[in-house]
């Protein structure tokens, strides 16, 4: 009797169902994805149970870091450059048209006044690695925050701005004061604080109102 | 790596006078797309910002100059909540300041409810007064507390020399630094 030969194969095994969900997992990735704007400070929002979404367009930002630094943003760089040409004729700033041209291409700004010449006409990759120092706005009269706002609001002239502060967990509420009496000062009352999204706590009245208006349908 | 098998597991033995064509294996080695994909995935997943952030709302009043011309509170429906070091949230009912009470933010929100049921919802105003030690996050919490119980009336203020001698006191008393 001849002895039982054992054939020998190869160890592989069908990978086709795992490249095919890994594959899946990939396009869902792909599609989903969306990449994180370009920040000069790592800002930790807090958490609200409010609903709202964060409007993209027409955006003047204020960011506070967890030291207090204040930054400026503008979204729009149509309006960044009618705002630095604001700024440059009522700070005096005696700016070039390619230091302007370097704030158009610049994602946000934490420097006073004295300082944004030099900022600006830094090359933007040494820029990014300069520390900025913040925004002054020390105090009740709003510091140089003050005119920012007070530009950028003569630059969108009429149109709708969506005043937006993001802040860390933990900035200290004095700078989160001083930022709206900058906005105040500039009769501005309607803030959006942007925040990261959590649900109403179970139990509570706006979790039992939310459950009603999802059970009635609407 | 990438080689294609190619007629090893299949061959049959031939009959006599039986042209079979030959088999030939599909199996290809999967394992560097694999690769590359988990790679890419790995990526996405480390860039994708999944959850958008929302935006709360915050309408402050007008600077108003005259005594008169600001709101009046009733004192039964009137409770201020102060907002001190290390998350510790300071309350009192009604206009007397003397009357402080200390929370935290877990407690705080049955506090509010108690004194929701317990008050006419017209007279009903909470008034938040975060003192120079409160943190950003915790301004947002209480204003978001207020949302979560359904406050319609709530104003933040700045909060006075009294109150926060106060809550300095109760702080050196409780040891909190």
Known sequence: ?218 | MASIDAGDGGGGKKGPGVKKAKKLSTTVDMTPMVDLGFLLITFFIFTTTMAQPTAMNLFMPKDVEKKEDQNKVKESGAFTIMLGKQDVVYYYEGMDPTQLKTATFKTIRDEIIRKKQSTNPEDLVMIIKPTVDATYKNTVDILDEMTINEIKRYAMVDISPQEYQLIQITEAAAGIK
């Open chain 1, 1 to 218: 009797m001849p002895s039982v030969k054992i054939k020998k194969h190869a160890p592989t095994n069908d990978m086709t169902p795992f490249v095919d969900v890994a594959f899946l997992i990939l396009s869902f990735f792909m599609l989903a994805t969306k990449f994180k704007p370009e920040e000069p400070v790592e800002v930790t929002t807090p958490n609200s149970v409010s609903s709202t979404t964060l409007p993209e367009k027409d955006a003047f930002m204020v960011s506070v870091d967890k030291g207090g630094r204040v930054f400026v943003q503008v979204d729009n760089p149509e309006f960044r450059q009618i705002l630095i040409q604001n700024l440059n004729q009522t700070r005096n700033l005696g700016l070039t048209p390619a230091e302007m041209k370097s704030f158009i291409n610049a994602p946000s700004i934490g420097v006073p006044f004295n300082q944004l010449k030099g900022l600006l006409a830094m090359d933007q990759d040494l820029a990014k690695k300069v520390q900025q120092p913040g925004v002054p706005c020390a105090d009740s009269t709003g510091g140089e925050l003050y005119f920012w706002i007070r530009d950028a609001l003569s630059a969108y002239s009429g149109r709708k701005l969506n005043l937006l502060i993001k802040a860390d967990n933990d900035a200290k509420y004095p700078v989160f004061k001083n930022i709206l009496d900058a906005f105040k000062k500039n009769d501005q009352n309607k803030f959006l604080l942007v925040t990261s999204p959590e649900d109403a706590p179970i139990g509570s009245s706006l979790y039992e109102t939310r459950q009603n208006q999802i059970k009635s349908g609407k």
